[in-house]
């Protein structure tokens, strides 16, 4: 597109006026005063011309077609202005254009335009540059558009989007990408006449890892994506300003990615190097990075220590290095980083409590083999089994013997018995012997420790099975855990059928039931109200709560049954 000539005739009009109803020489005893008839701010492009005439009148309303005017522009490098009135955008950016008429006595009127300049697209960046979206699931692309000189465009243009092959993915004109049938496409964006392009692959996921956050979950592909679906708050999907949705998404940014980590409204992932990166909500620092408010794209906590595993909290979150060194991260005003001298949170939600914005090293900790962040405490696992954890124990969920509001140095959970697997629950904590046993300890309102009672244990307590357990996964109110075949046991608050049984009865249950109509299961996660299980061929199934997609079907009602997430082969 090239620069154009506009005319704005009468645009300006300036009226000349005096107060005598009888003719009079309209310049020697008219004063003057003006009227602006026309628009005040106008659009131009680089190189476009843009002629204004004014027409003078005195107080008879008789024309005065050679009555001098002077013209001016606030900044010649964006627009200038002869003396007949002709505009002409040279750069990018706002001026005004004011004008002058002036009678014999000196005495005159002004007028003012704002004019705004800008350029035409020299380049266009669509990003992602890599976009892999499911079959009816969708994408999301954004276009950039920047002048010659690789300054933005103003706002003001928009972006044409074209499909290479419809019966692949389609694209809307707020390039929202819809995902067709399996195989590669194009998908282009047009601004002026600079365009870009990037591929879309529609593709179906097999699955290596799926965690459970609050009301989202997400998973990881056999090549390194990672995708999201349920509750988009505060960029727990790492979908840019996007709605909540069932299909799953890709979590822009990041490849190569190794396992995720879902926490209350954040989730982290490793990449291969163990590079941790995290996402959501970054009030309380629990992202690792000086950041604030909803992080809708994956950020790199901020550390050169690579980690072995990454563990999400309701609002923290910890980490393992290689070399076992625990460090954590986030909110930390019920001790639960385990870390002395922590400051203060300065803005959100955590504004006056204690948090760290960056990994601090757990104190008194050389070396731990597992660490598992819960809703306010965190427990991991020395080199010889023995649980050890800190932070709140207001139920008694540090395993202590004794209630306090926190503990804020790491200590060793009060029983000789050794563990393989622990997990920390929104109140409660729960691990796993070598001898398949699981014990639990803290909250129990909803029996959500499976010994078969409703009250608080301080000290742990056996789980009432006589199945040999492998695994277990603490949620808010509920605990699921794995046999050795992979037969999946669930137990504690069952409002929205989380418990995955199929009995549509909303009563606890005490003691480990049976999740109903699931494949042998290789993983398993329990979230708030929701949960999920990997199987061992790859296929994710979720039951529970679904009011926001987090089960991978369309959101509505609760499902009682374990239900097949959308978009897997």
């Known amino acids: 597109m090239g620069p154009k000539?506009?005319?704005?005739?009468?645009?300006?009009?300036?009226?000349?006026?005096?107060?005598?109803?009888?003719?009079?020489?309209?310049?020697?005893?008219?004063p003057l005063r003006s009227e602006l008839n026309g628009p005040f701010d106008i659009p131009m492009f680089k190189g476009d011309t843009l002629q204004f005439s004014v027409v003078v009148r005195d107080c008879n309303n008789i024309v005065l077609p050679d009555h001098p005017l002077q013209w001016r522009s606030s900044d010649t490098r964006i627009v200038t202005v002869d003396n007949t009135g002709l505009a002409i955008a040279r750069a990018q950016g706002y001026a005004g254009i004011s004008w002058q008429v002036t009678d014999l006595t000196g005495e005159g009127a002004l007028g003012w335009i704002n004019i705004q300049v800008s350029e035409y697209a020299a380049r266009v960046d669509i990003a992602p540059t890599d976009l892999r979206v499911v079959p009816q699931g969708p994408g999301f692309l954004t276009a950039a558009a920047f002048a010659e000189n690789g300054d933005p465009l103003f706002p003001g243009w928009t972006a044409t989007w074209e499909s290479g092959d419809d019966g692949i993915a389609t694209v809307d004109a707020a390039g929202v990408v819809r995902g067709v049938a399996e195989g590669v496409t194009s998908i282009t964006a047009t601004v002026h006449d600079a365009?870009?392009?990037?591929?879309?692959?529609?593709?179906?996921?097999?699955?290596?890892?799926?965690?459970?956050?609050?009301?989202?979950?997400?998973?990881?592909?056999?090549?390194g994506f990672v995708f999201c679906w349920g509750r988009n708050e505060s960029g727990s999907l790492g979908d840019p300003n996007r709605p909540s949705g069932y299909h799953p998404r890709m979590v822009v940014g990041r490849s190569r990615v190794r396992s995720v980590t879902a926490g209350g409204t954040h989730a982290c992932a490793l990449d291969e190097d163990g590079t941790a990166w995290c996402w959501g909500s970054a009030q309380s620092g629990q992202l690792g990075a000086d950041l604030f408010g909803g992080v809708h794209r994956p950020s790199r906590v901020a550390s050169e220590i690579p980690f072995r595993d990454v563990s999400a909290g309701n609002a923290h979150t910890c980490g393992i290095t290689p070399a076992g060194t625990p460090y954590c991260w986030g909110s930390g005003g019920s001790g639960q980083l385990g870390a002395q001298g922590v400051s203060l949170c300065s803005f959100g939600k955590g504004a006056g409590l204690p948090c760290s914005r960056i990994p601090i090293a757990v104190s008194g900790l050389d070396e731990l083999q597992?660490?598992?962040?819960?809703?306010?405490?965190?427990?991991?696992?020395?080199?010889?089994?023995?649980?050890?954890?800190?932070?709140?124990?207001?139920?008694?969920?540090?395993?202590l013997g004794t209630v306090s509001d926190s503990v804020g140095s790491p200590t060793n959970v009060d029983t000789q018995l050794r563990f393989e697997r622990i997990s920390s629950g929104g109140s409660h904590t729960c691990a796993v012997t070598g001898t398949g046993e699981i014990y639990c300890w803290g909250y129990n309102p909803t029996g959500q420790l499976g010994n078969g009672t409703q009250g608080n244990r301080t000290l742990p307590v056996a789980v009432l099975s006589t199945e040999s357990f492998t695994t277990v996964d603490t949620g808010f109110d509920h605990t699921c855990a794995l046999t050795e075949t992979g037969t999946a046991y669930c137990w504690g608050g069952n409002w929205s059928g989380q418990l995955g049984d199929g009995s549509g009865d909303q009563s606890p249950k005490l003691v480990p039931t049976l999740v109903a109509v699931v494949p042998a299961l290789q993983s398993i996660s329990a979230g708030a109200t929701h949960s999920c299980g990997l199987g061992v061929d790859g296929v994710a199934h979720c039951w529970g709560d679904n009011l926001d997609g987090q089960l991978g079907a369309e959101a509505g009602d609760p499902s009682w049954l374990p239900i097949r997430v959308s978009g897997q082969r």
């Open 5 to 30: 000539t506009l005319w704005i005739v009468c645009a300006l009009c300036v009226l000349v006026t005096s107060s005598c109803e009888d003719p009079v020489d309209p310049i020697e005893q008219c």
């Open 370 to 399: 597992v660490i598992s962040a819960g809703g306010a405490h965190t427990c991991g696992l020395d080199l010889q089994g023995a649980a050890i954890c800190w932070g709140a124990n207001s139920a008694g969920q540090l395993g």
């Open 195 to 223: 365009s870009a392009t990037v591929e879309v692959t529609v593709t179906l996921l097999t699955l290596v890892d799926v965690q459970v956050g609050t009301s989202f979950t997400c998973g990881v592909t056999t090549d």
